[in-house]
T-cell receptor
Framework: SQQGEEDPQALSIQEGENATMNCSYK?????LQWYRQNSGRGLVHLIL?????REKHSGRLRVTLDTSKKSSSLLITASRAADTASYFC????????FGTGTRLLVSP | DTAVSQTPKYLVTQMGNDKSIKCEQNLGHDTMYWYKQDSKKFLKIMFS???????INETVPNRFSPKSPDKAHLNLHINSLELGDSAVYFCASSNRLNGNTEAFFGQGTRLTVV
């Protein structure tokens, strides 16, 4: 079965606003990753957070991890039209198991 | 320099045909994967190879046969194509030797079976 479930499935915001996406997973993890997929393209790795970390930042990205709730969130601050894409969380070592994804639309 | 490249980008073929998708990575990674993304954007792993050895086969029909001639290449051959095989297929690689699970993806091959 699918490891991760993400919500919302779709998110529409204006440029400059913040976007928050959530991911829940089912089994214990060593780390959790977030990927971005632009339309018609492959996935691009954004950030990895280890199970002993609670928060991590990378540029305008902020990821949190709550292992007790088996959940993670990705916050994109001051969004831009170029952030329009689908965002996936992923867990696993031997194989990455992806969430269902959040489609983010940022309007100018 | 494309890190993970796969060809072709688009493939339209008739039911019953046999087709191959090729993948090459120039990152020096030891592990390569094939993922299938369906029309709902659901991504699922199909195969994983580590140092040319098959380590994951996720209950994929045996019409799908991966082949890894060396660490840098992982090709996917599909026999007797069916309508349900229509999807985007992604090749990816990672370097498990150092415990890094970050995966690098190719641009995808959109397969349409008619």
């Amino acid at each position: 079965s699918q490891q991760g479930e993400e919500d919302p499935q779709a998110l529409s915001i204006q440029e400059g606003e913040n976007a928050t996406m959530n991911c829940s997973y089912k089994t214990s993890i060593n780390n959790l990753q977030w990927y971005r997929q632009n339309s018609g393209r492959g996935l691009v790795h954004l950030i990895l957070i280890r199970s002993n970390e609670r928060e991590k930042h990378s540029g305008r990205l902020r990821v949190t991890l709550d292992t007790s709730k088996k959940s993670s969130s990705l916050l994109i601050t001051a969004s831009r039209a170029a952030d329009t894409a689908s965002y996936f969380c992923a867990t696993g070592f031997q194989k990455l198991v992806f969430g269902t994804g959040t489609r983010l639309l940022v309007s100018p | 320099d494309t890190a993970v490249s796969q060809t072709p980008k688009y493939l339209v073929t008739q039911m019953g045909n046999d087709k191959s998708i090729k993948c090459e990575q120039n990152l020096g990674h030891d592990t390569m994967y094939w993922y299938k993304q369906d029309s709902k954007k659901f991504l699922k792993i199909m195969f994983s190879y580590n140092n040319k050895e098959l380590i994951i086969n996720e209950t994929v029909p045996n019409r799908f046969s991966p082949k890894s001639p060396d660490k840098a290449h992982l090709n996917l051959h599909i026999n007797s194509l069916e309508l349900g095989d229509s999807a985007v297929y992604f090749c990816a690689s990672s370097n498990r030797l150092n415990g890094n699970t970050e995966a690098f993806f190719g641009q995808g091959t959109r397969l349409t079976v008619v």
